[in-house]
């Protein structure tokens, strides 16, 4: 059975995935598409910490609880269904999440106090949703910091990483549109994680 991986670039309640595997030296594209984490009618929607700031410190704390555990939810159906679609064909191996700079943040009555932090926060939320569907449904789940990306690839691929972005390049012009930033970044994230694994039986 082939192996493949996914990546996924997340944005506020909504994230670029894509999956793929790559056999022979050939990365084949399995799947595009947008997943959204939150609901239209949910109230904060897809700017929690937004919402939050209006609330009482313990109700925040319990508003954004909430709100995690829902869009958890729907990362864990989006990630289920994609795999369920594949699964006759192909066993997936890991996810790959794109990462911000990694600064901790500070306590929350810091953050809801400072707008800077709450856009900060709401990435970290939204990244954190996708990792922790993925930890729920038992997929190994990598973090990359997409400052560091250029330098993964460079080490899982070696002397093939040239060849590799060209290839990734290059198929956005026989796949058609989306291929933005976001589909490029994710599937180099899935191609660093289905090079990681290569050595697992399992």
């Not at 991986?5 to 793929?20: D, F």
């Not at 239209?40 to 313990?58: C, I, M, T, V, W």
């Not at 369920?84 to 997936?92: M, S």
């Not at 707008?115 to 939320?125: D, K, R, S, V």
Request: charged share 25%.
């Amino acid at each position: 059975m082939k192996r493949m991986a996914i990546g996924v670039r997340m944005h506020s309640g909504w994230g670029a995935l894509v999956a793929l595997s790559k056999n022979d030296g050939v990365v084949e594209i399995l799947a595009r598409r947008r997943i959204v984490v939150t609901d239209s009618e949910a109230r904060g929607g897809n700017q929690p910490y937004h919402f939050a700031k209006a609330l009482d410190l313990p109700e925040a704390e319990k508003f954004l609880a909430s709100s995690f555990a829902a869009s958890k939810r729907l990362a864990v159906e989006a990630v289920r269904d994609l795999i369920g679609e594949l699964h006759a064909e192909y066993r997936i191996v890991g996810a790959a999440v794109l990462l911000a700079s990694g600064r901790p943040l500070p306590p929350l009555a810091k953050i809801l106090g400072a707008h800077p932090l709450i856009h900060t926060a709401e990435g970290e939320f939204f990244r954190k949703v996708f990792s922790k569907a993925c930890e729920g449904l038992d997929l190994p789940v990598t973090g990359i910091r997409e400052r560091d990306l250029d330098e993964y690839v460079q080490s899982a691929f070696g002397k093939a990483a040239t060849g590799t972005r060209q290839q990734l390049f290059e198929l956005g012009k026989s796949l058609g549109p989306p291929w933005t930033t976001d589909q490029k970044m994710a599937a180099f994230a899935a191609l660093i994680v289905l090079a990681d694994k290569q050595g697992d039986s399992h």
